[in-house]
Structure formats: C-alpha cells, structure tokens
C-alpha cells in the first residue's frame, strides 16, 4: 500500500531535486524556427520573463498535459499564422515579378531563334561557295561541308545548357569522328591543377639530357598530355633514342631511309607480284577510321605508302586486313605535332610537303615497331590470334564463369566477336580518342599490345556482363557484342577499364594454371 501511495503521489512531488522529473524544455516541444525564413510569420510577442516564476502545483499527469502547449496540436495559433502570411504577400509585387519572367524568357526564345535563323542562312552561303570552287572530288568537299555544319550546330547548341546537355554528334559514323573532336582540341585548353602538375613533370622528364625511359613509362600509364604525347610515342616505341644530342641525327637518318624504301619498292605496286597487295591496300583503305580523314585524297596516298612499303619489307605475313587500322593513331597523333586547329576540319595537303613526308615516315616506323611484337597475328592462319582468343576464353570461364555458360548456352563463339578485338587492337569497338589513350598505357606495359591487350579484352567483355546475361538470343547476342554502346565513351571509362585489366593481369599473368580447367 505504501508504494501505490508513493506512485498516486508522484506528480504532486517538486521536480526539483528528484532525477528524471519532467522540465520544460522549449527546444523539445517547439520545432525551430529559421529567422530568415519565418521572421515575417512570427508576431512580435512580449518576451517572458527572465526570472523564474513559480508554476502551479500539478496533482495528475492529465492535469500537467493540458497545461502543457505542443508546437504541433492545432489550435488557433495556425489561422493566425496563415492570416499574417497572407496580409505579407503582395499581390501588385508578385504579379509583376511572373511578368518579368515570363518577358525574358520571351526574349531569350527570340534571340535563339534569330541566331538560328542567322547561323542557317550562313551554312546555305557557304555550301554555295563550297559548291562552286568544287573540282573533281566531290568527296572532298562534301566532308568539308560536313565538318562546317557540325560546328556551327555546334556553335548553336552552345546558346542554351539544356541544349548543349542533350547534342550528339550529327555524323554519318559517331563513334569515330566525334572521336576525332574531342581529342583534338585547342592547343591550349584550359587545364586543372593535377592536370598542369602532370605535364610540368613530363616537360621536367623530357628535358633533361638522357630521358629515363622507365620513369617515363611510369608517367605514360595513367596517360599522356597531349602536348607531348608526339614525343612520347616516339620514345616508348624505340622509334627515338633516350639520348637528347642523338634524336634529330637519328629522325633524319630514318626518315631518309624510309623514303629510300619508297623510291626503291613504290614504283613496283603494279608488277604481277605485287598487284594483288596493292589492289587489296586500295580496298581496305576507304573502310579505315575515322571517314573525315580517308576522304582527303592526299591521306589516302600517304596510308597506300605506309602499307605498301611494309608489306613489301615483311614478306613473312605480307598485308594482312586489320593493319590498316593501326597507322591511324600515330597518323592522327604525330599530325597534331604541327597543327593548332581540330583534325577532322584539317586539310592534311595544306601542310608544307617537308612536313607532311616527317609525319608518314615517323608513323611507318612507329607502326612498324608496333608490328614487330605481334607479327604472329597476321602470319598465314593468324596463329597469334586464334591463340590469344583462346586464352580469352580461358580467362573468361575462370574470372565470370556465369557470362562464360551464357555464351556458350546459346552457341556465341569467342572467335566470332574477339578475333576482331585482338585483330584491330578494338579500334573498332570504342571512339579514336579512347584508342589513344588506350595506346598510351599499352607503350607503357611490357608487350602491352600483346600480353596486356588480353586482359583489357577480358575486362572489356565482362564490363557488358548485364546487357549479356539479359540477351537470350544468338542473333541478339551476336549483334550487340559486335556492336557496344561505347560512342560517348572518354578518358574515365578507359581508366576504369585499364584499372580492372590490370588487376585480372596481376591475379593471373603469374598464375598460368589459373588459365586451365
């Protein structure tokens, strides 16, 4: 009975000293309130007072909650509030400020369309002088024309952000052109600060007496500034000595020597012996990438050269479909060396001649040494890489054994979409600026055309594990690995991509049983 008492009692005795007795706190029963937001919704009020005031003696807890207010019971308090709110809103002010907006936008409609209409009847003047100086090869001037009209929409889509957000690029082949664009952009860009950093240390690195070639490949993996990627390039490849005093002794040495070649072996593109290579060189040059540049008659004649001469020199694989391909990034890349505008609305004949016989024989050596490691792919019955399809497969079935099954499952033969990845090096499967970048890690790695192409073509296929294990069709599956949605692909997917790659090479390039079953 003494405790029922004590419990009856409990709200009759003074909080004061007991502990766990119930206080008024303010801040827990009334939400905050932001002064800025709600300073013309408060009334002023008289404060309370700073001393404390003796309450009324509570009996029961019904008792002490009715006494007690709560910010969030609804009351009068709440009509009052919506009376203040709508005694503030000024109904003059805020009719004018809807009709401000609603003029500027009027406007900036009225300017978009004006500078539309301006930008089409420029295009119009210009195609009808391009039309009316055109000679001969209509090619040409059609992809000078289309070059311009992709950057004046361009130009047009800078005039809005939504508008510049949702542009692609109106081209008859995106993933290579555009490719084109945004690698090759102003000389000078702006840079960021690690960016600035990188490029200081390669400028340090290439000026010192003897480039140390180690630390320059150390550098080079994660990418190459484009300011200095010419020279770069031409180190990594062993085109160029690491010796600074011997480099334009040795550039003039072997572009003589090139162009010995040519004088010896070019005229005989026509003898029975050769007729066939030439004729299947003059095929397969229209279909390289990008199309802005095989269009320029004079690149035609300088690529036909470079592959003819090589042929010529390497009688063990002779031309072989998918070397073409390869010329072009050193093509674009040394090209960039000499000029300050964007390639894909370059005209490569406007280039002094001197110039332009640097670039074809700087890249035929490049490429040539290129060649040396993965001669084997292009011999008779390509061995290389019916071999290195073969050990994609194993790669596969132990790194995502559930793409392997799938594949598999439905009859999808590693040979019928990889042989072109290990044939073009996947220039055929991501954009021109993303091969770059991708050749950039590749001179950096021991064998990184031969040994590392494996693992990134591993990593490559199971990125796309998703869209895989959705299809359930053979035709389905053929097409879209033949065909993958890289064309907006940049410098971050490469890295995360070569990220990857590098570690499957780790867990396994040392670890050969890892390949077999």
């Known amino acids: ?6 419990r009856k009692q409990f709200w009759k005795r003074s909080g004061a000293k007991v502990p766990g007795s119930i206080q008024h706190v303010y801040g827990a029963q009334h939400p905050p309130f932001d002064p800025l937001l709600h300073g013309t919704l408060i009334k002023p009020r008289s404060k309370p007072p700073t001393t404390p005031v003796k309450l009324k003696k509570v009996s029961t807890f019904q008792e002490f909650e009715s006494n007690t207010s709560d910010a969030w019971d609804l009351g009068d308090d709440d009509d009052e509030l919506l009376a203040i709110a709508a005694e503030n809103l000024n109904t003059e002010v805020v009719m004018e400020t809807a009709h401000k907006v609603i003029q500027n936008h009027s406007k900036l409609q009225e300017q978009h369309k004006f500078q539309e209409e301006h930008l089409q009847e420029e295009k119009q003047v210009e195609s009808a002088e391009l039309s009316s100086v055109a000679c001969g090869d209509n090619r040409l001037v059609k992809s000078v024309s289309e070059g311009h009209t992709s950057s004046s929409s361009d130009n047009a889509s800078e005039n809005s952000s939504m ?3 949702q ?10 052109v555009s490719g084109m664009a945004d690698y090759n952009t102003s000389v000078t860009p702006a840079l960021t600060e690690r960016e600035a950093s990188r490029l200081d240390k390669f400028k340090q690195l290439l000026a010192g007496p003897n480039t140390d070639l180690e630390e320059l490949r150390k550098l080079s993996w994660s990418g190459i500034p484009k300011r200095v990627r010419p020279i770069a390039w031409k180190l990594l490849s062993g085109y ?11 550039l003039q040495r072997k572009r003589k020597e090139y162009f010995a070649f040519v004088e010896q072996y070019y005229d005989s593109r026509n003898d029975e012996n050769h007729q066939d290579t030439y004729r299947q060189i003059h095929i397969d040059i229209p279909r390289m990438s990008p199309e802005v540049l095989r269009l320029q008659p004079k690149v035609t004649e300088i690529f036909e050269r470079i592959l003819f001469i090589w042929a010529i020199r390497h009688p063990a694989s002779g031309y072989v479909q998918g070397i073409n391909d390869l010329v072009t990034p050193f093509f674009v890349v040394f090209v960039c ?3 300050e505008e964007v390639v894909e609305n370059f005209d490569v004949s406007s280039l002094p001649e001197e110039v332009l016989q640097n670039i074809e024989a700087d890249s035929y050596w490049c490429m040539s040494k290129l060649l040396d490691g993965i001669q084997d792919n292009y011999t008779f019955a390509q061995p290389g890489i019916q071999k290195k399809v073969k050990m994609l497969e194993e790669l596969v079935s132990r790194i995502d054994e559930q793409v392997h099954r799938h594949l598999d499952q439905h009859e999808v033969k590693y040979l019928q979409f990889a042989f072109r990845w290990m044939n073009n090096l996947l220039m055929r499967e991501v954009p021109l600026r993303c091969t770059i970048r991708l050749w950039d890690t590749y001179q950096s790695e021991p064998e990184g055309f031969s040994h590392f192409h494996l693992y990134v073509c591993a990593a490559f296929l199971v990125k796309w ?6 299809e359930k069709d053979f035709q389905e599956l053929l097409i879209f690995l033949q065909n993958l949605p890289t064309v907006h692909w940049g410098n971050e997917e490469i890295s995360v991509l070569l990220a990857e790659a590098y570690r499957l090479k780790f867990a396994f390039a040392d670890a050969p049983n890892h390949y077999k079953k």
């Open 1 to 6: 009975m003494a405790s029922d008492a004590g």
């Open 163 to 165: 508008q510049r957000s």
């Open 167 to 176: 542009s692609l690029p109106q081209t008859s082949a995106p993933p290579l």
């Open 240 to 250: 160029l000595p690491a010796n600074v005093d011997r480099r334009e002794s040795t």
């Open 337 to 339: 060396e000499y000029i």
């Open 465 to 470: 594990r998703k869209e895989i294990l959705e």
